[in-house]
C-alpha cells in the first residue's frame, strides 16, 4: 500500500510540475481556464493509486516473494576481507527494527486524522445548516439561503448558503455580490471539488504539492466567484469594499467555501483593482483543447510504470530491500513438507544450492561453503539468522501442484535471484566444475582488465555499475564513499599482478599503489559481467 501511495505521489507531483510549467510558459491568467486545468490534475492525482496499482502489481510475482542469501557471486564490495568461515546461524538473532511498519503506521496515523478532521468538519457545517432559519425574500431568487448565528462570513455548503445574523443590515448591492458569489460556488461545485482536494491532501499528506494544489484550487474557486459578482453589480471598487468589510469581521469560519476567507482577501482585492476587463468563460472548445493536451501528460505520468521493459524499476528495489531488512518470526513447519525442498538448485556456472533436512531443521549449502540452517517465516520461505558483511537475506521456493519444490529463490539487495532445481548427476558436474575451477592457475578471461576499470572507476569517482551485475552494482552503491577514499588515498596505481585462485573462486590480483598495497578478489560471469568484488586495504 504505501509503495503504492508514494509512486503515485511522484507521478503525480511530475505532472502537476508539467501542467505549471505550460501554465506559465503560456502566461495562462484566465481563472476559468486554471480552474479547469487544476481539476484535471487532481482528478488524475486521486487515481494515480488505483492506476499504478494494477501496473505495479502486473509487473511484481504475486504469488510468491522472490528474493536472495549472500553468496560468493553476491558478495558484494568490502574493504576487508570476506570471512571464510560459515555463517553463525545457529546462535545469531534476527532482532531489529520494522522500518517499513513503522513507516506505514505513521503514515496512516496522519492519514486517519486529516480525513477524520475533514470528516468533522463536514459533519459540524452540516449541523449548522440543519439548524439555520431559512431565508426565503425576493432577493434569494430560489437559492437555498439560511440564517446561522454561529457564523460571521457567508459560507457555502454543499448547494446551501449560509449567512450571518448581520445580513438584514446589508444594502441591495452587499446581498446581490454575496448571492452572486456564493452562487458561482453553487453552480461549479466548489464545495465538492474542495472535498476531494482534501483527501487528496491526506492521501498525499508528505507531499508538499498535495497542499499547493489544494490552496491553488481554493483560490482559483474564490477568483472565479469573484468575476461573477463583479459581473453581477457592475462594480470593481465597491465590490473590493464589499470584501474587505467582511473580512474585517472575521473573527470565526466554519468548515465550507468561506466568501472571505483570511489570507485571500488581500491577493483578491489587488487582483481585482488590478484588472480592467472580465475574464472569458470557456467555451466547448476550449475544455476540449485543454483535455487533449492535458490528459496524454496524465496517461504518461500513470503509464511510465506499465511501460518499463528490462530496466528494473529503482524504487521497486528499493522497496524490495526495505522489505528484506524487516525482523523475521520464525514458524513451525512440518518435516514431511520440508522433504518437498530437499535437493540441488543451480544459480550459475560454478554454483549451486544444496537443501537438506536434518531433523525438523533445513539446511543450505552453497557450493564452496559449510551448510547453514535457514528458518522458516512461512511454508515456502526461510530467512537466515545472520549473514556477517552481507545484509539481510531470506529464500523462497517455487512448488508445482503436489507442492515438490520446482526452483529456489535467492532474495538479497532488493533483488531476486531464481536458482533452477536439478537432479543429483548434474549437481556433480557443477561441483566438479567448480572444483576445476579453484584448480586452475589461469584468471578468468577478462578479468584483470575488468578490475583495472573498477579500480580507475572508483579513482575518478566514477564507479563502472554498467560493468557488474544488477544485483552486485546494487549491493555496492552504499559502499561507494568508503571504497573511493580508500583508494584515493593509495594514491596511482602502480601494478596488478595475478596471485591465483580463491577458495570461493574468485581472481585474486595483487594491486600495488604509490602509498600501499590491496588484495583484489573478482569474479565474472560468463557474460562478462562483475558479479563479485572485494577489496582488502593494507599499508
Known sequence: MLRIVLEGSIRSTLLLVAVLLA?????????????????????????MPFLLGRATFAVMPAALPILAVGPADLAGLATQAVPQSPVDAETAGSAGIDWLAISLAVYLMVAGLLG????????????FCRSAAPVREDWTAGTDVRVNPSITLPVTFASTVLLPPGYASWDAIQRRAVLAHESAHVRRGDFFVLILSSINRAVFWFNPMAWWL?????????????VAAIEDIGDRLRYAEILLEFWSRADRLVPGVAMAKAGTVGRRVERILAETTLPKKMSWRAWAVLAAAILPLAAIAAGAVVAQTSAEDPLDIVWRQLEQQRPRKEVYVEPKRLDNYVGFYQLDQFKLFEVTRRGDRLHVRLTGQVPVRVYAESPQKFFYRRVPRIGPAQLSFATDAQGHATALILHQYGRERPAKRIDEAQAKVVEEGFARRLKDPSPLP??????????????????????MTEGL??????????????????????????????DRG???????????????????????????LVFQWGP
Open 446 to 467: 577478462g578479468s584483470e582488465a575488468a578490475l583495472m576499470r573498477q579500480i580507475q572507476g572508483y579513482q575518478q569517482g566514477r564507479p563502472a555499475y554498467h560493468e
Open 214 to 226: 489544494h490552496r491553488k484550487i481554493a483560490d482559483l474557486a474564490e477568483a472565479a466567484s469573484d
Open 23 to 47: 501554465l506559465k510558459l503560456l502566461r495562462v491568467r484566465n481563472p476559468h481556464t486554471q480552474t479547469a486545468a487544476w481539476r484535471m490534475v487532481l482528478a488524475a492525482s486521486l487515481l
Open 473 to 502: 552494482a546494487t549491493a555496492t552503491r552504499s559502499q561507494t564513499p568508503g571504497i573511493a577514499r580508500h583508494v584515493a588515498a593509495l594514491g596511482p596505481l602502480q601494478s596488478l599482478s595475478f596471485r591465483g585462485v580463491g
Open 506 to 532: 574468485y581472481d585474486v590480483y595483487e594491486a600495488r599503489f604509490a602509498n600501499g598495497i590491496s588484495i583484489c578478489r573478482i569474479f565474472l560471469t560468463e557474460g562478462g559481467k562483475v558479479s563479485g
Open 116 to 127: 477524520l478532521r475533514l470528516l468533522v468538519g463536514c459533519a459540524l457545517t452540516w449541523r
